[in-house]
């Protein structure tokens, strides 16, 4: 998909600079409600976060920009023909900016590396941007999730 690029970032592997800064990001009241994100205790993140080390169901990258992290997305339950998208832009500022765009363009990029048929993402009913985003890449309603959220789908 194509788009005017607003900001240029680097994609990296999730650290332990991203992991403070995700920890921030999925305690604010908006972005946990967003993403669906239930409490957890910083234990339990970095328990999580030596986990995905050693997993081949999950996938994650982080996009920087200006030396600070300010998105995460990747791949969970990645299985043999489809797996779950996800992600969110921590940094409120980077909101409108294209910045999801390009994650989801090289999230779509790796899925396909790993030839999975599909991808699924799951989000609020409520969360508009989500759902146009996905709309705008060809993800199609799938169902309604325990009725506050729906799951979409993309075949690739």
């Known amino acids: 998909m194509e788009f005017r690029r607003i900001v240029n970032l680097d994609m990296r ?7 403070e800064k995700s920890w921030e990001w999925l305690n604010d009241p908006e972005i946990k409600r967003l993403t669906i994100t239930p409490d957890f205790s910083k234990d339990e993140q970095k328990k ?6 050693n997993r081949k169901d999950y996938w994650i990258t982080v996009g ?10 990747g791949l969970k339950n990645i299985g043999e023909k489809d ?22 363009n090289m999230i779509h990029e790796y899925a396909r590396s790993l030839g999975l048929e599909s ?21 199609k309603y799938e ?14």
């Open 13 to 19: 592997e999730m650290d332990e600079v991203a992991l």
């Open 48 to 53: 999580w976060f030596e986990s995905i080390k």
């Open 64 to 73: 920087w920009h200006n030396g600070e992290p300010i998105v995460i997305g």
């Open 83 to 104: 797996a779950e998208i996800f992600g969110y832009i921590g940094n409120k500022e980077y909101w409108g900016k294209g910045v999801a765009v390009d994650v989801m």
């Open 119 to 139: 991808i699924y993402s799951k989000m609020l009913k409520e969360n508009r941007n989500s759902i146009r985003l996905h709309n705008r890449f060809g993800y």
């Open 143 to 156: 169902k309604d999730i325990e009725g506050e959220r729906i799951m979409m789908r993309l075949a690739l």
